[in-house]
């Protein structure tokens, strides 16, 4: 069973957009999410440069994550 050039070629562009569109936004939503209150001001520009660039796929990713800080404790 001979599998054609067509679907290989069909199959790259499917990961790839894949990848692009799922993948590496959930990473940098991760990445984000660890390192937002901590990071150097080049720190911050590269995550700038990271959410526009996977943009698209923020988009989609977005309405399912929540990045709020969680709630401090209040010792008394």
Known sequence: ????????????Y???AGLYLL????????YLNARWYVAS???RAFMYFLVTFFFPGMLLLAPFINLRPQPRSLDS
């Open 41 to 43: 001001s080049f720190e």
């Open 1 to 12: 069973m001979a599998v054609s050039m067509e679907l290989l070629v069909l199959a790259a």
């Open 23 to 30: 993948a590496m936004p959930a990473i940098v939503y991760a």
């Open 14 to 16: 499917g990961a790839l």
